[in-house]
Structures are given as structure tokens and as C-alpha cells.
T-cell receptor, first 107, second 116 residues
Framework: AQRVTQPEKLLSVFKGAPVELKCNYS??????LFWYVQYSRQRLQLLLR??SRESIKGFTADLNKGETSFHLKKPFAQEEDSAMYYC?????????FGAGTILRVKS | GAGVSQSPSNKVTEKGKDVELRCDPI?????LYWYRQSLGQGLEFLIY????????KSGLPSDRFSAERTGGSVSTLTIQRTQQEDSAVYLC??????????????FGPGTRLTVL
């Protein structure tokens, strides 16, 4: 079954420290993966998608098919990065989401 | 333009009552999705509408849940005989679902449902 696993419920880092939010998936075909973010009191929004190979707000994510991972990384965390982050996998017409990781960036 | 809107923003109901949640997608978006966001469980797919095609109802948790989309635009999610485990935030999303996939789903603010 297609599944997305985010092993950390909460990740707390200091401002300026590197960030890595982990995401592992199980999928038999060629996966299409996304990271969504939800800032406090805001709606869920797309952060980035692996097919675009882009960097958004300093975040990048590389698809590693060998390790079935799509970890989200940023070299220097900022306080405004504090939010809930969801990794998602496209399965047909729908998205399968992980349970989410809360990122807290402390000053 | 305007994003996805949902109403009401909050709904408190008593166990056993029926509730209706409404979603207005982005104008021109042919695809509409409902998800449920429960504490500690992430987002769970409920149902998907695409144009005039039969909806994908594979995520509906029970026959108490139903949804319709009138005129290819506004959608209503109905929960009959609500139970306490139905308490969650119900999110609606829409996308242009252009050919070839890769479209972005745009989410509404959600409806927080509390069943007492």
C-alpha cells in the first residue's frame, strides 16, 4: 500500500541551525512527491514538489529512490519557518499525506 | 482571484445530528477534493470530484458521509448522525487538473467540526 511516513512529530532547532524534516514513502510506481506547509492561522499551502527541483524559501528536497525518501532540508533555519510540514505522495487523483512534523525554530 | 472558501469556519453539534459543510472552489477549477485533518493523524482523503465524472468516494469512512457537487462548482459534504470521532477539521481543495497531471491543489481554510 502507498504510505507516507514522517517519523518526527516535533522538531525543535535554534535559529541559524540546519533543518532536516524526514519523509519516507512506499510506492510501487514512479512517485510524485510534495511538501506542504501550514503556518499558524493560515491555510495549507504547497511548499515544493520534487518534479520542479526548485528551492522555495531556502528549502530543498531531493527524491532518493534507493532509500525511498524525500527529506526536506534548509541550511539555516529562520524563526518564520516555524510551522507544520506535511509530506505527500500523489496516488492517482488524490494525495496521501504523512502525519506531519511541527517545526519550531527557537531564537 | 479569490481562493477556496469554506463555510462555516466552525461548527459545534450534538452527537446524532446531521451537518452540512460547504466548499466554494477557485473559479474554473474542475477538480475538487475533501480531506479530513484529525489530531495526530495528518490529512485523510475523503472524496474527489472531476468535472462530470463519477466521484471517487474511496476515502469516505462510512455510509454516514456523503458529498455532492452541484453544477460543477460548489460542493457540500454531509455527515449524518454525527459521532464524536467525526470531530476534525474538514479541508476542501481544488485544482485545475490540467492534462498531464502535476497540478497544484489549493486548500481552503477548513471547517472545524466538534461533535459533543
Amino acid at each position: 500500500a502507498q504510505r507516507v511516513t514522517q517519523p518526527e512529530k516535533l522538531l525543535s532547532v535554534f535559529k541559524g541551525a540546519p533543518v532536516e524534516l524526514k519523509c519516507n514513502y512506499s510506492y510501487s510506481g514512479s512517485p510524485e512527491l510534495f511538501w506542504y506547509v501550514q503556518y499558524s492561522r493560515q491555510r495549507l499551502q504547497l511548499l515544493l514538489r520534487h518534479i520542479s527541483r526548485e528551492s522555495i524559501k531556502g528549502f530543498t528536497a531531493d527524491l532518493n529512490k534507493g532509500e525511498t525518501s524525500f527529506h526536506l532540508k534548509k541550511p539555516f533555519a529562520q524563526e518564520e519557518d516555524s510551522a507544520m510540514y506535511y509530506c505527500a505522495l500523489r496516488r492517482g487523483n488524490k494525495l496521501v499525506f504523512g502525519a506531519g512534523t511541527i517545526l519550531r525554530v527557537k531564537s | 482571484g479569490a481562493g477556496v472558501s469554506q463555510s462555516p469556519s466552525n461548527k459545534v453539534t450534538e452527537k446524532g445530528k446531521d451537518v452540512e459543510l460547504r466548499c466554494d472552489p477557485i473559479s474554473g477549477h474542475t477538480a475538487l477534493y475533501w480531506y479530513r485533518q484529525s489530531l495526530g493523524q495528518g490529512l485523510e482523503f475523503l472524496i474527489y470530484f472531476q468535472g462530470n465524472s463519477a466521484p471517487d468516494k474511496s476515502g469516505l469512512p462510512s455510509d454516514r458521509f456523503s458529498a455532492e457537487r452541484t453544477g460543477g462548482s460548489v460542493s457540500t459534504l454531509t455527515i449524518q448522525r454525527t459521532q464524536q470521532e467525526d470531530s476534525a477539521v474538514y479541508l476542501c481543495a481544488s485544482s485545475s487538473n490540467r492534462a498531464g497531471g502535476g497540478d497544484t491543489q489549493y486548500f481552503g481554510p477548513g471547517t472545524r467540526l466538534t461533535v459533543l
